[in-house]
């Protein structure tokens, strides 16, 4: 009886360390953050729709401003945008290659359809990918973990070489910091921030996402003037 006991004993023993070592190596082990960084930016990028928000701040002169905040939500090509830019209230409808935008004072809706100029003053508002164009993502340095709109996500920060060429000519030292989601590896939240290239003050844009891939309609307005 005694040996019986001995081994129970002891095999209970071996257990509590098998268990404990597993229960270790799951609070040690984490995904490679590189990996993570791409594979989220590519569920994003692959996306049809989803709904978005967004903020633009920048510093001018030592006074910080909010340039954009708007919400909006994207669906295949189709994007429909409403808020405050430069403290005037925005409405944007982008239906393929065709632009509707709404007058703030008459409420008139109006057609434009040649909408590269459009794209490159509304770059941010009319692209919520626009600032997410990654050419090189570089080192990235994972920073813990944090909670966006009461979901679990991993959190990544990179200073990468981004594709945007009308940023670029603007902007300078980059800094990206992506909330990705533990569950489904999709960036809840994405935060850049910048330089200005002549003044050297600071510009943040926060993105925030949600509701991918559900089913969203946008469609061109009614009445048109």
Known sequence: MKGSKRKIIIGLA???V???GAGSFVFLWQPDPLKMTTLALENLNNANSFAFSLTQQQTVAGNERQLTRI???KSGENIHVQGQMAGSQVEMIKIGQTLYNKDPFSGRWIKYDDISIAQRIFLVELDP???LQIKEIGEVVPKGESVVDQTKCRV???KPSIQNQLLESFWTDFEYTLYVTKRTKMIAKAEITALNKETKEPMKITLEFKDF???ISIQPPQAVG
Do not use: E, I, M, Q
Request: cysteine-free; proline content about 0%.
């Open 71 to 73: 919400s909006g939500y």
């Open 14 to 16: 071996v257990l509590a």
């Open 156 to 158: 990544y920060t990179f």
């Open 213 to 215: 891939n559900k089913k």
């Open 129 to 131: 990918l626009a600032t």
């Open 18 to 20: 098998l268990l404990v």
